[in-house]
């Protein structure tokens, strides 16, 4: 059931349901294997410093806003969009917020492996959503991963717990090693 904009502002009350059950469709097996990549790098993180249902609330509601902005700034209206990257892009945005001295391994054509400053990865990442969004590049929601972002960046703010930690957390701890 992917989320039709247009259909949506003609119906939002009943063409609501796609907002979410857009987000467990996905175009190809590709699209799934990638979002399930980057959930997998940087979810567990952000889950752990939010807490689950935080972590819960900011992937649905970075979802929601990630569709919405692809609603606002699509030529074409008619056409659905599947997918969980707006809402994963939700995550690193988050991630990004909370964890932007965190090093992410990364693999770089053609075959190296190496480890980034993820404020670095994710900074390229969203210039390449910018470049492609204005540029109008057919296929990918460009301006969903940029809405999802923004709001992760937003809502992990928002969410992040209140406290002081006395040591660094256990998830973190790796950094003193290196």
């Given at each position: 059931?992917?989320?039709?904009?247009?259909?949506?502002?003609?119906?939002?009350?009943?063409?609501?349901?796609?907002?979410l059950?857009?987000?467990?469709?996905?175009?190809?097996?590709?699209?799934?294997?990638?979002?399930?990549?980057?959930?997998?790098?940087?979810?567990?993180?952000?889950?752990?410093?939010?807490?689950?249902?935080?972590?819960?609330?900011?992937?649905?509601?970075?979802?929601?806003a990630?569709?919405?902005?692809?609603?606002?700034?699509?030529?074409?209206?008619?056409?659905?969009?599947?997918?969980?990257?707006?809402?994963?892009?939700?995550?690193?945005?988050?991630?990004l917020?909370?964890?932007?001295?965190?090093?992410?391994?990364?693999?770089?054509?053609p075959?190296?492996?190496?480890?980034?400053?993820?404020?670095?990865?994710?900074?390229?990442?969203?210039?390449?959503?910018?470049?492609?969004?204005?540029?109008?590049?057919?296929?990918?929601?460009?301006?969903?991963?940029?809405?999802?972002?923004?709001?992760?960046?937003?809502?992990?703010?928002?969410?992040?717990?209140?406290?002081?930690?006395?040591?660094?957390?256990?998830?973190?701890?790796?950094?003193?090693?290196?």
């Amino acid at each position: 059931m992917g989320f039709v904009p247009s259909a949506f502002f003609e119906d939002p009350l009943g063409q609501g349901y796609r907002l979410l059950s857009s987000m467990f469709v996905h175009g190809s097996l590709g699209h799934l294997l990638s979002n399930m990549w980057f959930l997998w790098v940087f979810g567990p993180a952000l889950e752990s410093r939010l807490s689950s249902w935080r972590y819960f609330g900011l992937y649905i509601l970075a979802g929601i806003a990630a569709a919405m902005t692809q609603a606002f700034f699509t030529s074409e209206p008619t056409v659905p969009m599947v997918g969980a990257s707006g809402a994963i892009a939700g995550v690193t945005g988050g991630y990004l917020l909370l964890f932007a001295d965190a090093y992410v391994l990364t693999w770089l054509f053609p075959a190296f492996w190496v480890w980034l400053p993820a404020s670095l990865y994710l900074g390229y990442w969203a210039a390449i959503q910018i470049i492609n969004a204005l540029l109008g590049m057919p296929g990918v929601a460009w301006w969903a991963h940029l809405g999802g972002f923004a709001a992760g960046m937003l809502l992990a703010y928002w969410g992040k717990p209140r406290r002081n930690y006395k040591s660094a957390p256990v998830w973190e701890s790796w950094y003193y090693f290196r």
